[in-house]
């Protein structure tokens, strides 16, 4: 039982990670892909990279059990929000509310 919840947990963590490599990266292409020469490579590569780091992770984590699968996929979606969060410009109105007079 304890065990079980060990490989559980350590999914959501590999999932939650997986999201911030693949979200993370969507962020970073997005900001340098607007930049670059050759905008539709930047972002293929970038595409099957991150499509082939998470597929490969999923592929290592789910080990033939399909709760350790949906764990680790609930822990990329998490990370999602997370990111989202994150890379987020701050807004005029939250700006003014984090300093003092």
Not at 6 to 33: C, D, E, N, S
Not at 84 to 90: D, G, H, K, V, W
Request: with cysteine; net charge positive.
């Amino acid at each position: 039982m304890v065990n079980e919840f060990f490989k559980l947990t350590l999914a959501l963590a590999a999932g939650g990670a997986l999201g911030i490599i693949f979200f993370g990266g969507l962020w970073y292409t997005v900001r340098r892909g607007l930049q670059a020469r050759q905008p539709a490579r930047w972002f293929l590569a970038s595409l099957l990279v991150r499509m082939g780091l998470v597929v490969w992770g999923f592929y290592l984590v789910g080990h033939s059990d399909w709760r350790r699968l949906a764990v680790c996929l609930a822990g990329f979606i998490s990370a999602r929000f997370i990111v989202i969060r994150r890379t987020r410009p701050a807004s005029a109105s939250e700006k003014e509310a984090h300093h003092a007079p």
